[in-house]
């Protein structure tokens, strides 16, 4: 591993678990074996580690989401939906770390005073709730989907999905009883009354109304 991506890695570790405040460039360099002179030679202060982080999720999340999507069948715009939710549950699940630091106050806190930090946060969530959005988009031109507003509806989801990786992160609940519920609920809130929402037989993979068999 180049020494830039082991000190992101640590940096990541430790900002999660300890905070942004309260980790030292001390500490990156004991868990790094770099010298404080070389972290200083790739990132010119610890802020600028911490939005180097942010940055690089921002600029996964499009990439992961396409992979992820690729490896999915989906019918309809509504089981886009399905999907989008468990991509970001997915997602919260293999990047806990990032997860955990962007639910900290920490930046926040510097966003009211850095515009680039702002920006990138920003940036993150439009990029997670365009994924709810799209595919609610896709619901409505195929009819599985009611014409609700979609950034609205998209950010309603997005809010309620991930009030439950923070129920899991801060181990007040455990989210995998809920997931069935949490899916049921989305699907709700968006269905088209108007015409059948289809669904996918678990046993046989044939598509049936739902309330059917």
Request: proline residues 3%; aromatic residues 12%; negative net charge.
């Amino acid at each position: 591993m180049k020494k830039r991506d082991a000190i992101l890695q640590a940096a990541t570790y430790f900002f999660s678990r300890k905070g942004f405040k309260d980790t030292s460039m001390a500490e990156l360099s004991k868990a790094t074996g770099a010298a404080e002179g070389t972290i200083f030679y790739h990132f010119k202060n610890k802020q600028e580690i911490f939005l180097t982080i942010l940055r690089n999720l921002r600029d996964e999340i499009l990439p992961e989401f396409e992979k992820y999507e690729a490896e999915k069948h989906v019918r309809t715009g509504l089981d886009l939906v399905e999907e989008s939710i468990s991509f970001y549950l997915y997602m919260a699940s293999i990047k806990e770390d990032l997860f955990s630091i962007l639910h900290q106050r920490y930046p926040y806190e510097l966003a009211e005073e850095n515009p680039e930090c702002r920006e990138l946060l920003e940036s993150i969530y439009e990029a997670f709730v365009d994924i709810f959005e799209n595919a609610i988009r896709k619901g409505q031109q195929d009819g599985s989907i009611g014409p609700w507003h979609t950034r609205k509806s998209a950010m309603i989801l997005f809010a309620m999905v991930d009030s439950m990786v923070r129920f899991r992160m801060y181990n007040l609940y455990d989210i995998a009883s809920l997931y069935n519920e949490m899916i049921g609920a989305g699907r709700r809130m968006l269905e088209n009354r108007d015409v059948p929402v289809w669904r996918t037989s678990d046993a046989d993979g044939i598509y049936t109304p739902e309330g059917v068999g």
